[in-house]
Nanobody
């Protein structure tokens, strides 16, 4: 069973930083992409960033450019979302998603994690 476990969420003041982790497991395919998404209360889920099987990065929203970065360990066994200069509008539940094709395809995700709450206070 494919599982994605997110961690690293929490409460932070505006201007602070957090690093989220996503650890996928339970599958044997080697080439996959991981995306980060978020959903604020009363809003639709939106894409944030993605890293493909070839390590190319895709920003899904301009609002996080120059503040958020995505990275992984060599085996992509853990994928990180580094969030700097956080703003109250970044408050949301953050999810990671896996694309078994290896390509970042927006919200067309094959497997979702359970999410981790990020709250940014003003």
């Amino acid at each position: 069973e494919v599982q994605l476990v997110e961690s690293g969420g929490g409460l932070v003041q505006a201007g602070g930083s957090l690093r989220l982790s996503c650890a996928p497991s339970g599958f044997t395919f080697a080439d996959y992409a991981i995306g980060w998404f978020r959903q604020a209360p009363g809003k639709a889920r939106e894409g944030v960033l993605c890293i493909s099987s070839g390590d190319s990065r895709t920003y899904y929203t301009d609002s996080v450019k120059d503040r958020f970065t995505i990275s992984s360990d060599n085996a992509k066994s853990t994928v990180y979302l580094q969030m700097n200069s956080l703003k109250p509008e970044d408050t949301a539940v953050y999810y990671c998603g896996l694309y078994y094709s290896g390509w970042c395809k927006g919200l067309i995700v094959d497997y979702w994690g359970q999410g981790t709450q990020v709250t940014v206070s003003s």
